[in-house]
């Protein structure tokens, strides 16, 4: 009798051991975001992220040499979601209007989703990482911030706005507006993401796009 997921199942061990380890790997970036969160960088050991995760100090640093890479491989994550969530789908949608909607929906259920919201919140905290390993995270994010400004142009030009708005002043006040919601955001609050996503939307196109 076979239980679990039956495509799993019928993988070869060593495509079932790689499946693991992903997932593992994601667990413990979860779990060490949260308690990065609650507790702080600085405050947090690996003995802590390891109790957490009921595994022994040295089951952890299979996975991990540390706390730097940890927080090098919870900021690189984020922004893996963001490349598959948000900036590949909407590069095949021609309108350049729809394109920057879709990006703004799809950016804030990143920010809003409950399983992903402690990686992608960290990725906006100010910590600590050696400076290798800063500037390939800062590397990411401009790309983004820059993707960003190139839609809004997109935008702006057919839309023929005479606003004296930049294309870059617009981006990182979209971006701003929309990675600040975790300082807010209540799960159980009167603002949910079906009201939430288009009152931004039409803040952003009536304001700073009018």
Sequence with gaps: MMFGNPARNCLP????????LIDSRQEI???????????GYDATSMNDVAAALKLSKGGLYHHFQGKDEI????????????????MAPVRSIPDPEDRLRSLI???????LSPRDREITVMLHENHPLPPAL????????KEYVHFVESLIAD?????????????????????GMINWI?????????????????????LFFAGILA
Excluded: C
């Design 105 to 111: 929906r799809r950016h804030m259920e990143v920010v």
């Design 29 to 39: 970036l979860r779990t060490a975001a949260r308690l990065f969160q609650q507790r």
């Design 182 to 202: 975790y300082q807010w955001y209540k799960p159980e609050g009167a603002l949910q993401a079906h009201n939430l996503i288009p009152q931004f939307t039409d």
């Design 13 to 20: 061990w060593h495509a079932m051991a790689r499946e693991t």
């Design 155 to 175: 935008v702006q030009r057919a839309r023929q706005a005479r606003s004296g708005v930049s294309p870059r002043a617009a981006a990182f006040a979209l971006l």
């Design 134 to 141: 800063r500037k390939r995270i800062n590397s990411r994010k």
């Design 71 to 86: 927080l090098f491989e919870i900021m690189n994550h984020a922004m893996e979601i963001t490349e598959e969530r948000v």
